[in-house]
């Protein structure tokens, strides 16, 4: 690290999945979910900031509330599973609520084992709501939210079809075009050590 230069320390983290779900023709299908806050509703991802204290496992387990129709009772049929082990998008910015710290933005895709999506409008504090959650075609989904929603939630799309992709012939060869546009920007020596330090389980 050069002298005088600003310390990557992580103080905050959230939490986006999405749901890929590939077709036999290799048509990739994904989630979508309707955001408003303040009267402005936008596109997005299931997606939750972690409470001081909790781990980013911590945080993926809570977000289950926000997809389960039936808000992750106990006795819910809803089960989910981690498609990677390792987040398949991150991004470092500033912590809004630490002026001298670093947020981590991970993104993670969920297969749906078994139970139903939620298909009503959740309150989510004071402020905002967030929408149903439905299934769309992944390039119908890139084009209603490109250069319209949070730019984070779009690339958190871009990055599962490029995830979809590695695994599945037909899936890449269906949206070669489109995964053209994607380049995950790469991690500094620095941003890595200090991913690599934070509390992920």
Known sequence: ????????????????ITLPRQK????????????????STSIRHPVETGEPGETVRDTLRSLIHEVDKDNGKKD???????????????????????PDGTHLKVVYPMV??????????????????????????????????EGKTVPFHYRATLATLAFAAARSELVESRYRQRLRSWMSKPLTAEESSAIAEYPWW
Do not use: C
């Open 76 to 98: 819910s049929p809803f089960k989910w599973r981690q498609l990677s082990a390792e987040p398949i998008h991150m991004e470092l910015g500033p912590d809004d609520k630490n």
């Open 1 to 16: 690290m050069l002298a005088g230069a600003k310390q990557t320390i992580i103080t905050s983290h959230s939490v986006l």
């Open 24 to 39: 036999p023709s290799g048509e990739l299908q994904n989630d979508r979910m309707p955001y408003t806050r303040g009267g």
């Open 112 to 145: 749906i084992l078994s139970g139903t999506l939620r298909d009503f409008y959740l309150p989510d504090g004071q402020k905002e709501v967030l929408g149903p959650i439905t299934m769309v075609e992944i390039e119908s989904l890139l084009r209603e939210t």
